[in-house]
């Protein structure tokens, strides 16, 4: 077998078992739901945070 049909190969059984769990332990597809839901208002905790250091070290400087 070729690297392109391993490849293929290893995809197509990762989405096999990815939908059989997922029919197998509906618990944990609500999970993954619930999570990238609240990644959502994570990121937009972090970006809020980067640009408050930002602008709080970042205006601090002189110009050079």
């Known amino acids: 077998m070729n690297p392109r ?3 293929l190969l290893k995809l197509a059984v990762l ?3 990815v939908t059989v769990l997922i029919l197998l ?3 944990a597809q609500e999970f993954v739901e ?3 839901r609240e990644l959502r ?6 970006l809020l945070f980067a640009l408050a250091g ?3 070290w970042g205006l601090g ?4």
């Open 41 to 46: 208002y994570l990121w937009w905790l972090v």
């Open 34 to 36: 619930m999570a990238a």
């Open 61 to 64: 400087r002189k110009q050079k």
């Open 5 to 7: 049909a391993i490849a």
């Open 54 to 56: 930002w602008l709080f």
């Open 15 to 17: 989405l096999v078992v």
């Open 25 to 27: 332990f509906p618990p």
